[in-house]
């Protein structure tokens, strides 16, 4: 079972870690920095024991980091990974300005989030509009920008399950769908904002995103309205 370093600081790049199991070119650790893709959020790349981290996934309990060359490394050996800053920070800059986009759109019109994906500075968003207000695109990015302006807090904790499926903020992003086994959920807080239990990784504070801008929207649906967006420097 690999321990999630990355869920308590995402702000680490470098780490030591024991190889705990090997496959053809692939190496699981006791415990990570690197974000293996899940959650709309894609994985991070690096250099771990001196190859090249093409791929990170979960794979049942252990997360699996698939790498270039070798020789690899052997079981029970320490070694060294470094993420790729540069990717991470864009893709956290990117995950804590959907959660914005999630936070305005529910307090302007309380519409729930239906889907989504993201890249570095780029994503899509699936909302349940049907149809889309007038003046949409125009409106989020306003909405959006003045919370990232507005340089608020972003906070992670770990709750209790029973505590976390009491939360009015969370029930209503349907935490209650976590399933039973998870007795610890983690909360990502953007205070006064948005608060959701989710698994990736997040910028300090809203003003480390830059800024929204919306790319185009799409209808694919009754009720399923996508968001296209990119995330750009100040
Ligand atoms: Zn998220």
């Given amino acids: 079972m ?10 680490v790049t470098t780490f030591t870690a024991r190889v705990v199991d090997l496959r053809d070119g692939g190496i699981a650790l006791d415990r990570t920095h690197f974000y293996p893709t899940g959650g709309g959020q894609p994985h991070d790349t690096g250099v771990l024991a001196g190859l090249s981290v093409t791929e990170v ?16 490394p052997s079981i029970g050996d320490e070694v060294e990974g470094t993420v790729d800053w540069d990717r991470r920070h864009r893709l956290m800059r990117t995950h ?7 936070g305005v759109i529910w307090n302007e019109w309380h519409v729930p989030v239906t889907g989504g994906n993201m890249e570095p500075l780029s994503a899509r968003m699936d909302f ?11 409106r989020i990015e306003e ?4 919370e990232l302006v507005a340089d608020r807090a972003i906070e992670v904790s770990f709750l209790p399950r029973d505590t976390a499926v009491q939360d009015a903020d969370l029930i209503r992003t349907k935490v209650s769908l976590i399933p039973d086994s998870v007795t610890e959920i983690r909360v990502v807080d953007i205070v006064g904002l948005d608060k959701q239990a989710d698994g ?29 967006v990119e995330i750009i420097d100040v």
């Fill in 57 to 72: 996934r979960k794979g049942g309990t252990d997360v699996w980091h698939t790498v270039e060359g070798g020789p690899l």
């Fill in 96 to 102: 804590t300005a959907l959660h914005v986009l999630c």
């Fill in 143 to 146: 909405l959006v920008n003045v």
């Fill in 2 to 11: 690999t321990e999630l370093l990355y869920l308590s600081d995402a702000y």
């Fill in 128 to 138: 349940e509009f049907d149809p889309l207000p007038e003046g949409f695109a125009a």
């Fill in 200 to 228: 990736g990784t997040h910028v300090h504070s809203t003003a480390e995103v830059g800024r929204l801008r919306v790319l185009k929207l799409e209808n694919k649906g009754k009720g399923n309205k996508r968001v296209r």
